[in-house]
């Protein structure tokens, strides 16, 4: 019935699409059903209703986390994915410096837009399999927390997700945002924090999509009850200088130490001010002073060290990177061919170069190589000369970094005058007048 | 790739969409894919030549029936199916005494619209499963044949159809049109001659859906330089007066013995002329004046005799249907309530309580009653008086006999005008000029 309904373009009611999933999840309902009616879903829509009701449904297929009171308002904070995108790490480590609680449950990551949890267990000893006990004891003790989701937890999310993967269901507004939503309503926390790429790096392409996806995710938790903001950010580009597992984490534990200015500094700063103002009334203007602060009296610092010992990793990662961390046997420059203005970084090229090394996975379960990845400290504005080093290739071979090297090239284009820098956040969407 | 290309409203290339089926008849690919496919294609629909693809690799997917020279020409008649529609068996008889050969090779059916293999089990002692070898030499010997569908002959739409089912995506011209011509062209005949039904006892509801559908067909033999013809035709009401296996057997030997003219008699006549024009260049009034001429004599009520006898079943039937036939145990009237001028008898809803007696079947593999079934004397113009008896149910129990009975006084819509006959055929279609 559902499924005729959507392929017709009528609304499906809330019960048919509860009892659907829960049907699929319990293993009732077989592949095509289900796939027939993403596939209607992906070409007919689904109304604000419908999609609260399959997230509903997915929430309902598993446990939830209960945190109970931390003694701190938690902050639950998701990325939509992208490319150089550590914010998570800079992100948990200093909203906890702040007084909040972050408690992030993170997949692992598939395709070039790498999982926080894959680039945590670069360190070594770093565990990301907790109890949701450890997860509670964790958050109110160090005020942040990155694990790994349980496979309890929202099952009929993977198992669709698996699907869309396999049937080119995965381009659709309602079906991400109820796929990112249940996650978020799975756990209880005070404020779901989100940030919603945009740009030929991320899966929305542009800042309407990107706008479009936050705005059906809000309205499911807004349906809800649940607080939330959204953050649409630019992925035009790669956000940070570093593609990779290893790479990335030195790239936080810089920018967390107050050493690397820059975009990824940034979003993180006004992710975190934003996530005070919100939560504890702040200013806004003292938000972000409170936040910069965090990073400069090393603070955020200290509470990554402290996330790093609470997961069993090595914490003296925060003060050696280099000798604590995996490194690739090969590391060549990458050469600028031409002089110029930088035009263009293409964020997915540079991806795809990354996940070839083996910095990321084309599918779900493959190893990955967690001290592989690429540095490209230029950016688009940037003045470059013909010959200049503008980054290097962490490798295993030296073939493949020969390799990687000229694809990162090609993702370059440069031209005779500056270009424009693109915004860093193109807005700010909320379940409530800010 | 075919998958996201049919979603995005892309034409697919045919080695694209025959590898999908390969893939999918092979085992290869599981049912989401395909079933993400077959919605893709309902909502976006296919052009003629992706019909033709996925025709085509239904038709490689298993063999084909080679009939070799049967000294006849060979013509090979399909229904899209209705309520008392027992052309098949008047027809292929028919032509055989005409000097045709007609090879038809019939799935069981599903639904209020009966199989006309189903039917022939009605007569004791037929079989229906036969070698190509024995149905070659009967269609050299007697003129026709009626068998059940190998498993071996396009096995790829019984996997498909059975998935369509399922998810909601039969409703689809280039879908049906492909799993109809897959069948006939896995036969090697020198005509297929298509009756597409156009009514509420059809899959197509109006003139319009018909004859698109019957376009589509023709489309796909002209592309296989294959000679078709398809008639549109009626099924706003039922086609003959019986809905049920023996009673359907019986009403043909009527119809052969020249003793029950009628819409069903009409439209075998037209088929048979019809093919015999096309086959043999016979002028159509010659054709026309043959085909009753064979009913008259006696040779079309012999030919069944002969495919009777040549397929083990008890041929004293032709001569005393009612002591061969299975009878039902329980036999009432069916009596009108109003008296007036027949406005509208509801095929779909005469064949549901068919259905529902157990004469049809509502899943593949069910058993069916072949005793049971609904005589009804009256049609669309005919005028009728209060208490007048207009019909007859044969059921297995009384209760079930009632509640026939009421259903088909509800099928019914009597007005004080006559209102106009449906056409019999609303018109021709053929992939050559006539």
Known sequence: VPIAAKRD???????????????????ALGDG????FLMAVVLQGMDARETLALTRAMVDSGSTVALGDLGRPVVDKHSTGGVADAVSLVYAPLVASLGLACVKLSGRGLGYTGGTIDKLEAIPGFRVDLSVEQMRRQASQVGCVIAAQSPDVVPADGMIYA??????TVASVPLIAASVMAKKLAVHGDLILLDVKAGTGAFMRDEASATALA?????????????ATAAISDMSQPLGTSVGNALEVAEAIDVLADRRPGRLADLALQLAAR???VLTGATPTDADEAAHRALRDGTALAAFGDLIRAQGGDPRVIDDAAAILPAAPVRIPIVAEHGGFVARVDAEAIGTAATVLGAGRHRKGAPIDPAVGIVL??????????????????????EAATAAAAAVRTALLFASEPAETPPLIYGWLATEAA
Chains 1, 2 share one sequence.
């Open 275 to 277: 996530s005070l103002s």
């Open 215 to 227: 705005t059906a995710c809000l309205a499911i938790a807004r349906q809800q009850g649940r607080r």
């Open 163 to 168: 699907l869309r993967d396999a049937t080119a």
């Open 9 to 27: 373009g009528q609304t499906v009611d809330a019960p048919d699409i509860e009892r659907l999933v829960a049907e699929y999840a319990g293993g």
């Open 33 to 36: 059903p289900m796939a027939a």
């Open 377 to 398: 400290g230029v950016r688009v504005g940037d003045e470059v000369a013909a010959g200049e080093a503008i980054g290097e290739i962490h490798s295993r071979t030296p």
